[in-house]
Structure formats: C-alpha cells, structure tokens
C-alpha cells in the first residue's frame, strides 16, 4: 500500500487488517502530536486530515485515526499537526490564534482541535460561530471550555491565507501522485491476517464471492470498535470507503453509492430532504461524518443506527448485489430482527434509493444524553401527508425501541383519515405504546424511551401547527 504522510511517501507490505492509523503514526513514524484519548472515535484528540481525490477534486477531511485502520489510508494523503505551519515556517495561523486566544490548557486535547480547526479553516475560510461549534462536535476539552477556542477559530478565518498555505500550494500535485497510487487490487499480509482493498466494485463483488465471510469495513466508525475495544480478529478485511461513491437525482428519487458518506450525503439532504439536514448534523461528530457511510449504517443491521428511522419513513429501498446479480428491497424489510437482515452471504449493499416525498411534511428526531457525538437512545423518522386538512398516509419509523429499526404501525392507524390536529396525535402517542416493548439499558430505561416515543408525536404536532417554536432546546431530554 502507498499513501502520503506530511510530505512523503510510504510504502507498505507489513499491515495487518486490525492495524490503526494512529499507531502507525506514534509508533512507527514517532509523530506523537496525535494523541490516543478514548479510542472509539468519540474525544477527538486523534484528529488529522486525510486528503482523497473525488469527481470534484482533491478533498481534505478530518477524521479520526484512532479508528481508522492503516490499510484503509491507501492511495490518501495523511496530513498530522507536525505538518503545520505559516508560508514563513513559524506557528500556523490556526495555533497563533489559539496561543492569543489562551484556547488550550493541559493541551492534551489540542492537537486534535487544531486539525478540526484547520479542516475548517481550509474549507470554510468565514465560518460563523454555529459552523465553528458543528466542526468542534468531534472535539472534547475539559480544561479550557470553547469560548476562546471558537474565538482563536473567528480570528484565523478573518487572518486569511488558505491560499498560501502548503495544502493549497501543493494542491496539484498532491492530487497527481495520489491518482497515480490506484490501479490494481492491493492485497497486504502480516503474520496470518490479511487485508484487501478492491480495484473497484466490480473487484470488490468478485472478491466478496470467494471470500464471502470477509469482513467488509467502510469508514470503520463500528468496525473499528470490534479492535480496539473487544480485541476481535476482523481477517480477512475487504477495505471499501473508496468505492460507490455515486450521487444521482432524478425523477423525485435520490440515489446514492453504498460508499457515501454522510458529510458527502448533506448538501444532498440540504438540497432535497432539508427537514432532514438538521439530522444529518447529529450523526457522531465531524470527524465521523467524514468516514461513516450511509449502506454501512444500514448494513450492519444494528437497532439504534441512526439513518434507518429516517430513511424507512421515506420509503428507501436498497439495491443488494452478489456477483453481477442484483436485487432491490424495500429498507423495512431488510431488518429482520436483531442480528439478521436479508443479506446472503458475499451479498453487499450497493446503493440506497430514498424518494424524495414532494408535498410530505418529513421530520427526523435523535434523542441521546449529549446532544452532539453521542449513540441514540431513541430515532424516529416522520413522513406525513395532508389533503384538505386531513392525514392521507403516515409512515413512521423508530430506532432503539426493538430489535430492529421499525415502523410504528398502530400509531399510524391512529393518524390515517384523521384531521390534521393536536386529537390525532394525541392518539397516536397512546398507540405508539402498543407498537414497542422496548428494553432497558444503560442509554435509556423502557419507560424513558416509551415516554419518549409517545412525546415526538406531540412535538412533532407543535412544530408543524406553531412553527418556530423552540422545541430544539429538548433535543437532548425528549420532550
């Protein structure tokens, strides 16, 4: 495998499936700036940017190397907090602000924010303070608090210089060493593990068929938990965040590749599905929207996954391929319960099909104890439609209330045919206790999430019969 770090070239033989990012830099290249805080993607001190070319050009994103695996970094430029600097060799705009700023304390935390800041600074050069706050949700600090770390983020924008600086400098390049890097399948072997990462698609199939127990690892927001925290052996590893990318709109349908993820998947759901942007911005931190996919959130068939809710209220399908064989299934379908979906062996999820509901009044809720970077206590998706002032069809989807992501379907009996007022969801909450029996567990009791259901049917009244209404303030309480 070959990818840039800083401003050279590795080559690699010796890497294992299991093998991170993070120690690769520490102790391999002893670049020790990166720090391991939590090692489940969550504190954010690992943070570093990783470059890939796409369709628009060469993107710089940060994400999280104590869960991103080494071999997934092939044909990529990893770019650490050791790399920065001003035009004129001395601290980067980013860390003088946060040096005037007094943005870091015990400084454990800094490295990683910086890189968050820098990813930022690079894209958005006039991010406000809300674009600041969505950037930091991957980042924790317990000494120093963010107002002056926002501040020193204000003042690097308003400094300016992303044209100056080595990323912009070397942009072309950079891009044309990493498109060299691609070609072939690549194939790495340490002790009796291996890794694979597929040419293309079309690869990835044909490898899936003879390996149809493979572990498949997309961004590894999971995955790379099953290491780190529960020590599993994850060989052989097919490495597929490179692959079906694809984004297509047309006729009232959004199509998306498996491979998409959901930072790439949000101007989409800006663009198209906007009650459902907000969302989108809740789903783990920055750092995990840039390496979780869309088809592995559905793939990996978990109760509490937090785009299954949303998309099964909007009727998603999902085309599944073994081989060159395909197959299209409605999302609902695919959970059959807990631990089973529809999936054959060396069958992959491939694209999801979302209609866009033109004329449905969408809502996506996401209850957890924090609001931002936090595993969902309860997900519901809403997809209603009103003709004359009464409902005509309701669809209704909840994550963390059983085994599998689904429907409300006794709560959507109470709407259906009903006027469009605060009576109908009224009875729908009662309803909505007959469709679950939740558990309880350490994220929320049975009757916390019970309540909760009932409560977004009444929410989501407030919102559409007042609109403005502050509910967001209980994104995080439920009410």
Request: charged share 20%; glycine share 10%.
């Amino acid at each position: 495998m070959r990818f840039l770090l800083n401003d050279q070239e590795i080559v690699l033989t010796d890497v294992g499936p299991a093998d991170t990012l993070l120690d690769h830099l520490r102790i391999s290249q002893r670049l020790t700036g990166t720090k391991e805080g939590c090692a489940e993607g969550d504190c954010g001190a690992c943070t570093v940017l990783l470059g890939r070319v796409t369709d628009s050009g060469l993107v710089y994103e940060p994400i999280n190397a104590c869960i991103r695996f080494l071999a997934s970094c092939h044909g990529t430029h990893i770019v650490t907090i050791e790399h920065l600097k001003s035009p004129q060799g001395g601290l980067h705009p980013i860390q003088a602000a946060m040096v005037e700023n007094h943005g870091s304390q015990c400084g454990f935390c800094t490295p990683g924010i910086v890189m968050s800041l820098y990813g930022l600074w690079m894209a958005n050069p006039t991010a406000d303070v809300t674009q600041i706050e969505t950037a930091l949700q991957g980042n924790l600090c317990r000494c120093t608090g963010y107002e002056p770390i926002i501040k020193a983020a204000l003042q690097a924008g308003r400094a300016g210089g992303q044209a100056q600086d080595a990323l912009s400098v070397e942009r072309d390049a950079v891009t044309a060493r990493l498109r060299a890097m691609w070609g072939a399948r690549v194939e790495l072997v340490k002790e009796d593990e291996r890794a694979i990462i597929p040419a293309d698609t079309d690869d990835l199939a044909a490898i899936l068929e003879a390996e149809p127990k493979a572990t498949i690892v997309a961004g590894a927001t999971d995955v790379g938990l099953w290491v780190t925290k529960f020590l599993r052996d994850i060989s052989p590893a097919v490495f597929i965040g490179h692959l079906m990318k694809g984004i297509e709109v047309s006729d009232g349908e959004i199509r998306l590749g498996a491979g998409v993820t959901y930072s790439e998947a949000a101007p989409i759901f800006r663009d198209h599905l906007p009650q459902a942007y907000d969302y989108l911005l809740r789903i783990g931190g920055w750092q995990v929207r840039n390496m979780g996919t869309i088809g592995a959130n559905i793939a990996n068939g978990s109760p509490i996954g937090d785009s299954p809710p949303l998309l099964i209220s909007l009727s998603a399908r999902i085309v599944l391929r073994k081989g060159n064989t395909r197959r299209e299934v409605a999302l609902e379908d695919y959970f059959i319960e807990y631990g089973k979906q529809d999936r054959a062996p060396g069958e992959f999820v491939e694209q999801i099909v979302i209609p866009t509901q033109a004329g449905a009044t969408i809502a996506a809720y996401k209850v957890s104890k924090r609001r931002d970077s936090d595993i969902t206590a309860v997900a519901a998706g809403f997809c209603i439609r009103v003709e004359n002032g009464i409902i005509g069809s309701a669809r209704i989807a909840f994550g963390g209330m059983a085994g599998t992501p689904k429907r409300a379907a006794k709560a959507e009996a109470a709407l259906v045919g009903q006027p469009f007022a605060a009576a109908a969801f009224d009875a729908a909450a009662k309803a909505v206790q007959d469709d679950f029996q939740p558990l309880s567990d350490w994220r929320a009791s049975a009757e916390y999430r019970s309540t909760v259901a009932a409560n977004l049917f009444r929410r989501f009244w407030l919102e559409q019969s007042e609109p403005g209404l502050p509910v967001r303030l209980n994104y995080a309480v439920g009410a």
